[in-house]
DNA sequence: AACGGGTGCAACCGCGAATCC
DNA sequence: GGGATTCGCGGTTGCACCCGT
């Protein structure tokens, strides 16, 4: 036996919402609440199924929630936290005000994904592409290695061309501070790609592994010139997480902290959400799916916050404690 | 002007888990 | 205790719009 579906699939109309059916959805809710979403489109008079509407609900009608673009603070929020979290867009969204998963998870597959791969930034596990090339060599042994690390950089130099010739990035925002790694200029982008490839060699001859970060060429997903940090014209409309990163100098600049440091960091950022799930689920219905969650997580956690921690974003600007 | 491909967003689907009865 | 119902989440799809040719 099947699972029962949410509703008669006949007489469900789909798609699109006009603007009479937000009326009749937004004004049976302002009277009578969300309690019975089944019960919500009978009684409002809508031809819709339940799990339409509150889908209808919690990511348009809601009066608290924020239309329109992303600020650049927002992005930040979303990369870091989805750095440590994952696709936890719910989790994400919840540190944003006004923001939905939808929101966050849309914007998050149609424009920041492109945009870390425009900077050479693994989205899943917000490595560097060279990095991860670097991990293959430490991982895999001769002749396997040099045809897959071959092979991976010859995907990421087709995506940048793709993307350089799409012109859907803009290098001037991506300060990569080395002289040695300019890429402000599209005509050395595949110099640097191919001097990474020449790294990656070396590498495999056991001299090292290279990492963008530690080369000493200041590259940082938040250095003051690159899309992600600056956040000037968005001063105005600042959430008070922003407002508190802002307070704490935003993003680093440079990645002279230690590895142990980062490590931290890391630990007690990852910690303090998993602290919001627990006080979150206090009595309520969802402590056993968090700590199932949890359970889930502690599985896959090393997929995504291994190495990572080029942002930097402290607990204390977490500002939802009830997730 | 017409066409085709790309993009972004709203909406849908299926599943797991909590709650109800 | 267990089946039915409801809710919330993440992944996927559909479609309107935009832009280049």
């Known amino acids: 036996m099947g699972r029962i ?48 509407c509150r889908l209808r609900w919690t990511n348009y009608l809601r009066p608290d929630l924020k239309h329109g673009q992303f600020s650049d603070a927002e992005e930040h929020i979303i990369v870091k936290f989805h750095s440590v979290l ?68 010859g995907c990421f130099k087709d995506e940048m061309l793709h993307l350089l010739t799409k012109k859907r990035v803009d290098l001037n925002q ?14 050395n982008f595949n110099q640097t790609v191919d001097n990474a490839a020449g790294k990656m060699k070396l590498d495999n001859d056991g001299n090292g592994i290279m990492k963008l970060w530690d080369m000493g060429n200041g590259f940082s997903y938040g250095s003051p010139s690159s899309s992600f940090g600056n956040d000037e014209k968005n001063e105005g409309s600042a959430s008070p997480a922003v407002a508190a990163w802002r307070g704490h100098g935003g993003i680093r600049t440079s990645v002279a902290e230690t590895a142990a440091a980062e490590e931290e960091e890391r630990r007690k950022l990852k910690g303090e959400v998993m602290e919001q799930e627990e006080i979150g689920s206090e009595g309520g219905r969802g402590d056993g799916m968090m700590m199932r969650r949890r359970q889930h997580d502690q599985h896959q956690q090393h997929a995504f916050n291994v190495d990572n921690d080029l942002w930097d974003l402290q607990a204390d600007d977490l500002i939802n404690h009830m997730v």
């Open 5 to 52: 579906p949410c509703c008669e699939k006949e007489n469900v109309k789909r798609g699109q919402w006009t603007p009479e059916e937000d009326n009749k959805l937004a004004s049976y809710i302002a009277q009578h609440g969300t309690r019975n979403w089944r019960l919500i489109p009978k009684n409002a008079g809508l031809q819709r199924c339940g799990k339409s």
């Open 174 to 187: 991506i300060n990569f501070s080395s002289p040695n790694l300019n890429h402000n200029n599209p005509n």
């Open 86 to 153: 994952g696709n936890r867009w719910s989790l994400i969204a919840a540190q944003l005000p006004g923001r939905t998963d939808n929101d966050v998870k849309n914007y998050w597959n149609t424009k920041l994904k492109k945009k870390l791969s425009g900077m050479g930034i693994d989205p899943v596990t917000h490595k560097p592409f060279s990095h991860l090339m670097a991990e293959i060599t430490t991982t895999l042994n001769p002749p396997q290695v040099s045809h897959l690390a071959e092979a991976a950089l």
